[in-house]
């Protein structure tokens, strides 16, 4: 039999993962900017909740390191320094490229044609927010196919926190007309369509690597 104090937080748990949800989306577009203020209030009324599962979905988020809680005081969109922007960089030039080398495998023709599909697709958008959105696509795609226990979820967790300054090195990239990633991009597909994990790996590499030094050229990103 089913009671209503098994109902409840059946229906708290759904609402807090829907609004969890929705705040992620819009932390990630860049509607919310690193350190601004969550007002719990704002959240209730935008999905027509209590307070109780915007507490539950902001807990969610500050586990994936998006949201930063100050007892009785309130909610903020996380922000990096330049420092743990770098260590977090140096992390990803690490990992990625492993959780890469064990999906390249596993990617079937279909799926390498929609990588390079992307990356084709990528040259040619114009709108930044586009363009974000196909960058992330195109690299979690790659990462999609494998099975890890921990790998998969710190690199999501990693490239959530690092997003709002890889749009920063973005606007920098299309402002100097730089061409670099499209290249990269093709040369990640073409090592991938070979099965060349050791040339996968190189290419990754070096192209994390290339965005964490031109963020350190731009300090000012991380002064706002």
């Known amino acids: 039999m089913v009671t209503m104090t098994d109902v409840a937080p059946a229906r708290h748990g759904a609402a807090g993962v829907r609004i969890a949800d929705g705040l992620r989306r819009a932390i990630l577009s860049g509607e919310y900017e690193p350190g601004a203020r969550i007002r719990q209030d704002d959240l ?90 196909l960058d992330r696509e195109f690299h979690l795609s790659s990462y999609a196919v494998a099975e890890t226990s921990v790998l998969g979820d710190t690199v999501l967790r990693l490239w959530n926190r690092t997003q709002h300054y890889r749009r920063a090195f973005m606007r920098v990239f299309r402002t100097e007309g730089d061409r670099s990633v499209h290249l990269e991009h093709h040369l990640l597909v073409s090592a991938i369509r070979r099965r060349d994990l050791d040339e996968s790996e190189r290419v990754l590499t070096g192209h994390i690597r290339r965005t964490r030094l031109e963020l350190a050229r731009h300090p000012e990103v991380f002064s706002a």
Request: aromatic share 4%; charged share 25%.
């Open 44 to 133: 209730a009324d935008l999905h027509g909740a209590s307070r109780l599962p915007v507490r539950e979905a902001l807990r969610m988020l500050e586990g994936e390191g998006l949201v930063t809680l100050v007892a009785n005081t309130g909610a903020w969109v996380s922000s990096l320094s330049l420092a743990e922007c770098e260590e977090m960089y140096q992390m990803r030039e690490r990992i990625e490229p492993l959780l890469l080398r064990y999906n390249v495998p596993l990617l079937s023709e279909q799926q390498i044609d929609e990588l390079e599909r992307l990356a084709t697709v990528m040259e040619g958008a114009n709108d930044l927010e586009d363009f974000i959105a």
